[in-house]
């Protein structure tokens, strides 16, 4: 339940780390792209099948390294259906692997459309008679700007599923701050969403004291996440802005708990280009995927035991 | 360039209103889905197939009454790759009967993946050499919590492309005060990002005066719709919350400029769901659509005159 099954996962590999398959086309070695659009032309299924058949090799060398992987949907929205294809693909790939699935959709919309978008991530869509898995995955990131009535129906589908969610409440990008750090009060804007997602999840701790509402904490804010680890005991953290963005395992090391809980690492570009930095031309992507994961699990555990 | 396609539109057709394309199951008149189902099974493939034979006959009926469509991601993506094919045609399908397409997808991200995102729903996406349309619409609602990286790659394929996009500003649910009304300085939130948006905009105004970025800005808060209507004076507006969800022809008048321009006005299930309301099982649906299309026209009529 909650975020227990992720928790199990990380611990197992002792590795606190989610590799991002944010496809860009420029991240795929060209062999591979050159194949695919031999098949398909220079057209979206061409595209669409490079980016699965990239997909699936880093899948491939990452499983005995990572617990998790969290697929971009922009990239994959951008070769429009044929991509959304190759998206639904990856997400059983990797799950047949073992792999927790964090799909990172950042949906939110009013309570109705949020039930439709629920069923379609995480639950079932019902189709006649029959109760259809269409994406399936096992968590998804949401945005509260709407309020707890564009999460409540996700976490609905959570407590039904044991599945999750991470609300956006502090990111790393540049802009993060332009909203989330106005003062309001006593307060800032992206505590008020850190404080909601808190009080949604409430009730559905699991084993290791997290709720299904989990939250994204950016690790370009160090100082942030800190005040925050403090704040919301209960809530898993999903911290993106590691390596490529400036995040370092030092910052890194306020998002977990005493016990090197609560709190998951994403990187995708430093993984998946991996491949650039060893002049090979892509031949070797895989190994490189794997050495760099390995790389980022090792420089964290300077930081972070995990009991 | 901006908002003139749509107000050009709006002012051809004397009506400020948009359908929204929000097929949920039930709103799916049963003979559309028997005939989908007895082609293709209670699948996702059949789910999608009502759902465009449905679409198609609400485009033809309504193309005469009203200027633009407003597709919903969310009861598309609930069906898969095959719901995405089908909203990739439902906005192409629209767009050849002279309709203006609003995708409502309430994206946001980072700015990489802003721009992945904005390629795929209004500019081309780039395979090898090849430059492909995907789901081309002509606007986007979009999410801005992440702050102005996550909206101006949208603006800058508008820019290039003369389309536009509205960001979520004041939302018409019921929990949009929880975050959007809380009072930081001498404004609240939704404020805050009424300002960024119309600042993000500017340099971009077209000929009635509006700038590539709307807002959405709900019926439901008419006070608050009235004031921001005063204080942006160069942002269109999107506005949801007509009918079904309260908010009043006398509501919305105060969405528009003193020219009538300014804004367009969503409903979705008064429109489509009409048909539920003759005692003909639906087998009329496309003239209950038109009828309750020309009931809202005529309601705005009263009091919103567009030069």
């Not at 990380?10 to 659009?37: H, M």
């Not at 599923?161 to 609300?167: I, M, N, R």
């Not at 006593?186 to 997290?210: A, P, Q, S, W």
């Amino acid at each position: 339940m909650s975020f227990d099954v992720l928790q199990d996962k990380i611990r197992e590999k002792k590795n606190p780390t989610v590799a991002g398959l944010d496809p860009k086309p420029e991240y795929v070695p060209a062999f591979i792209r050159k194949a695919s659009y031999e098949k398909y032309g220079e057209t979206l299924e061409g595209a669409a099948d490079a980016l699965w058949e990239f997909n699936k090799g880093l899948i491939d060398a990452l499983s005995p390294i990572v617990p998790a992987v969290k697929p971009q949907a922009a990239y994959y929205e951008r070769l429009g259906w044929q991509g959304m294809a190759a998206m639904e693909k990856t997400i059983r790939y990797a799950q047949e692997k073992g792999l927790f699935v964090i799909a990172d959709i950042k949906r939110g919309d009013i309570g109705s459309t949020a039930s439709a978008y629920a069923d379609g991530w995480l639950g079932k869509t019902k189709v006649g008679e029959q109760e259809i898995s269409v994406f399936d995955a096992d968590c998804v990131t949401l945005n509260g700007y709407m309020g707890s009535d564009s999460i409540n129906p996700f976490l609905d589908v959570c407590k039904a599923t044991g599945k999750c969610a991470f609300v956006l409440v502090k990111t790393s990008n540049p802009g993060s701050g332009e909203l989330q750090d106005i003062v309001a009060g006593d307060r800032v804007v992206y505590k008020v969403m850190g404080d909601l997602t808190e009080r949604l999840g409430r009730g559905t701790e699991g084993k290791y004291g997290y709720t299904c509402a989990g939250a994204v904490v950016g690790a370009t804010y160090p100082s942030d996440m800190r005040e925050l680890r403090r704040r919301l005991e209960k809530t898993f953290f999903l911290v993106p802005g590691y390596g490529a963005q400036g995040g370092t395992a030092e910052d890194v090391q306020y998002a977990f708990d005493k016990m090197g809980h609560g709190a998951i690492v994403n990187a995708s570009r430093s993984i998946m280009c991996a491949w650039q930095k060893t002049g090979k031309d892509g031949e070797d992507y895989q190994e490189a995927a794997y050495n760099a994961a390995v790389a980022m699990r090792d420089d964290i555990k300077q930081y972070v035991t995990i009991v």
